[in-house]
């Protein structure tokens, strides 16, 4: 979508609105236990569901989550596993802060040096 198309009615969006509101009010059999549960949360999340249509900075995938959770995936590949839960606590907070401050385009050692030099009151 160009980026005008986020702010006017747009005749693709529509349709695929229209299309879900036809799934998520399809009357299915008693025996779809498990797609009947699919449908009422499709239902209480319709809303949610295609904000990145609407909104530009709305990515229209999860993939820089799953980016974000590869690096434990990884460790645990060449590691075998974490020695202790604490060691995963740990490595998952340190991998949290990390990610963050690349995120936002921050040095990570000079964030690290601030926290490990940050005192409370």
Known sequence: M???????????????EKRLD????YLLPDDKKELTTFQKRLRKYREYLFTFLYRPEVPPDNNASERAI????????VSGQFRSPEGAACFAILRSVTGTVLKNGLNVLGALN???NFETD
Request: aromatic letters at 14%; a positive charge; glycine letters at 0%.
């Open 114 to 116: 601030f926290i490990a």
């Open 2 to 16: 160009e980026p005008v198309d986020y702010y006017i009615q747009n005749k693709r969006r529509t349709q695929l």
């Open 22 to 25: 036809f799934l998520i009010n």
């Open 70 to 77: 590869r690096h434990i995936k990884v460790k645990q590949k």
